[in-house]
């Protein structure tokens, strides 16, 4: 209950502070890259639970001559780049938490296609809402393995507090101004890398 009143709390200030700043974000989004101007994605919260996550647009519209869309480097542009480097383009996210769907700290909310691959000890992560940072963003982002950062996860369910959620959100502060380990590949094709790995370890046990 406690942690759920400092969501909203912090999620209902943040808004009402950088709401100059959201809508002039929102207007350069459709400035450049048209409507709409959020992306929803479906990603698993507590329990597994599927909720539509909100974000800023960072990729335009493009697709084959098949109606497929384009893979993701080709879609997005110097300015959706400009967006993930900063990440502006999780502000929305302050909806989800406010809809209850999404804490400020806990483990972050990754593409429902995981969902089929984690190991039993990774799937522990859902035993807590998400979260628009956690233990493992403020731990090495993304240079850290997909298996490090579930370990991370999961360490943070054991043992998250209030007062640690304070101090990985003083830490989000400082990993954010330092632009550290975001210049990595994007989430969705760590989901791909991730799942065909865990594929052919599953092709090598069934030979």
């Known amino acids: 209950m406690l942690k759920r009143i400092v969501d909203l ?38 329990n597994a639970k599927i909720f539509k ?14 109606g ?17 480097s900063t990440s502006l ?18 483990p972050r909310p990754q593409m429902k296609d995981f969902l089929d691959h984690y190991s039993e000890h990774q799937m522990r992560r859902h035993e807590v809402k998400p979260g628009m940072t956690g233990l493992a963003q403020v731990s090495g982002r993304n240079n850290l393995s997909w298996e490090e950062k579930f370990d991370l996860d999961v360490e943070y369910v054991d043992t998250h507090s209030i007062w640690l959620d304070f101090k990985i959100m003083f830490k989000t502060v400082n990993v954010m101004l330092k632009k550290e380990g975001i210049n990595a590949p994007d989430q969705e094709v760590g989901a791909v890398r991730f799942s065909n790995q865990h594929n052919s370890q599953a092709d090598s046990l069934r030979k």
């Open 68 to 84: 497929n869309a384009l893979p993701d480097d080709q879609r997005i542009t110097s300015f959706g780049h400009k967006l993930r």
């Open 9 to 46: 709390i912090i999620a209902l200030i943040a808004l009402i502070v950088l709401s100059p700043f959201f809508i002039l974000v929102a207007l350069k989004v459709r400035k450049n890259l048209g409507s709409p101007i959020f992306f929803l994605q479906e990603r698993p919260g507590k």
């Open 53 to 66: 996550m909100i974000k800023f647009r960072s990729m335009k519209d493009a697709f084959d001559k098949d």
């Open 89 to 106: 383009d999780e502000m929305p996210q302050l909806l989800n938490v406010l809809k209850g769907e999404m804490s400020i700290v806990g």
